[in-house]
């Protein structure tokens, strides 16, 4: 398993793996931020991220941001 830091193109995948994340705490409904939010957020540096990755695909995230909703977005 490789930890790096995440970069744009990685975005896609940290997106959905927050939407598994609302949905396994039964709140889907809450999960409102776009991957056009994410992208404009990290873009702006409002949160940065770390991948986990294994054979070339991404398991796992962390983010991490002053205050910033990864459900909302900002």
């Known amino acids: 398993m490789t930890i790096r ?3 744009a193109d990685d ?3 940290i997106h959905e793996l927050v939407g598994e994340l609302a949905a396994y705490e039964k709140a889907p409904a809450e999960f ?3 991957l056009e939010d994410y992208k ?3 873009e702006a540096g409002i949160f940065e991220a770390l991948v986990a990755e294994l054979n070339e695909q991404i398991v796992g995230m962390t983010l991490f941001y002053i205050t910033y909703s ?3 977005g900002r």
Do not use: E, P
Request: aromatic share 14%.
């Open 32 to 34: 409102t931020a776009t």
């Open 40 to 42: 404009n957020d990290f």
């Open 70 to 72: 990864t459900w909302k």
């Open 11 to 13: 975005l896609l995948a």
């Open 5 to 7: 830091k995440a970069t």
